[in-house]
């Protein structure tokens, strides 16, 4: 049993039209687990049926999604032999996370996914407050 962890990173900016291309890509390289940042779905982006499509059959989807405004979110794709423990989110405003446990070969690894918007008139400047 190999004890890597291979994993993938897309800047999605949208995952409804690429499910198909996400799904391929985590099945063609045997992805453990997979982050997506800009994934353009929020609170009332229909999770259930986006992670039928979204995810390979038997892995899990960890979403956090922008609450006010359009675009943002970021999600995990996760292998299903990966347990895993999300970590409440403290709703930062200058960034979006995700934080998660993953157990994997017997060790525990703490996964932070970050992503910071690029400065807009909503945001001003996040830099600033990252």
């Keep these: 049993c190999s004890s890597d962890l291979y994993l993938g990173l897309f800047n999605s900016r949208s995952v409804r039209n690429k499910t198909s291309d996400i799904v391929e890509h985590i099945i063609d390289n045997d992805l453990d687990v997979t982050a997506l940042t800009e ?4 609170p009332e982006g ?3 049926m ?6 390979p059959p038997g892995y899990k989807l960890v979403l956090s999604s922008r609450a006010e405004q359009r675009g943002g979110g970021v999600a995990l794709i996760i292998k299903p032999s990966i347990k895993h423990k999300c970590h409440p989110s403290i709703n930062p ?3 979006e996370y995700l934080e998660v446990t993953l157990y994997t070969h017997g060790s525990p690894i703490l996964f932070i996914l970050v992503y910071q918007p690029p400065p807009n008139q ?3 400047s996040p830099l ?3």
Excluded: I, P
């Design 122 to 124: 909503k945001n001003s």
């Design 39 to 42: 994934t353009w779905l929020g």
């Design 128 to 130: 600033v407050s990252f």
């Design 50 to 55: 986006t992670e039928g499509d979204l995810c």
């Design 46 to 48: 229909n999770v259930c």
């Design 93 to 95: 405003k200058s960034f």
